[in-house]
């Protein structure tokens, strides 16, 4: 059976757009396969919690002295057996101030660890979760994919790299730009988004 793993990270609730996309994403991916397996993890509602100097220690080391060690690897593991679990992912990832909301970004310091979802050796690192691919469905005020703001975009190459990272390198990113420009450019941005989703899902 197929598994979806579904990533949300906007904190603007039912306003979201990106929730809005990444719905329309499932529903279209539940429709080619009405047997697909669904996960899915609300990072504002239930966020991971950022690293600190004791969870680092537990995700990183493997060090469980503490309460608060044991348990921040316990959730280590469990996220990384979803994401393993996941024959696709697909995550929604507002622009928060060029950058990904810090709940996505904690999700990715629990995952990405050394000797489990990615490896060191002479040749360089590597991915050991190839085989997978990754919907990334990014909501913008502003326009960042071309024209003089693209040099700001530290969303797109962020969520790129940590996927590549882990060897996730089959990525499609959607993206709804210019939201903040007015109403009219607001569902424009909507309904090219939900075109190419369409062709992508």
């Not at 504002?44 to 990183?60: I, K």
């Not at 502003?142 to 700001?152: R, V």
Request: charged share 20%; hydrophobic share 45%; net charge negative.
């Amino acid at each position: 059976m197929a598994t979806v793993l579904v990533l949300n990270s906007s904190a603007s609730g039912s306003d979201s757009v990106s929730r809005q996309l990444v719905q329309a994403t499932v529903s279209r991916l539940r429709q080619q396969n009405p047997g697909v397996h669904v996960v899915e993890r609300d990072l504002d509602a239930a966020p991971v919690p950022h690293l600190n100097v004791e969870t680092t220690a537990a995700v990183r080391a493997g060090i469980t002295e503490t309460a608060a060690q044991r348990d921040a690897l316990a959730l280590s593991n469990a996220l990384v057996e979803e994401l393993k679990a996941a024959d696709t992912i697909v995550i929604g990832a507002p622009m928060y101030n060029f950058g990904i909301p810090s709940t996505l970004k904690s999700w990715f310091d629990y995952v990405l660890r050394a000797g489990v979802t990615f490896s060191y050796s002479e040749a360089g690192p590597e991915g050991l979760l190839k085989g997978k691919r990754a919907i990334v469905v990014e909501s913008r005020g502003g326009l960042y994919s071309s024209g003089p703001a693209q040099g700001m975009d530290s969303q797109e190459p962020h969520l790129r790299t940590m996927l590549g990272f882990a060897g996730i390198t089959d990525v499609t990113f959607i993206r709804a730009e210019k939201l903040g420009f007015g109403p009219e450019a607001r569902e424009e941005a909507i309904r090219n988004a939900n075109a190419e989703l369409a062709l992508v899902a």
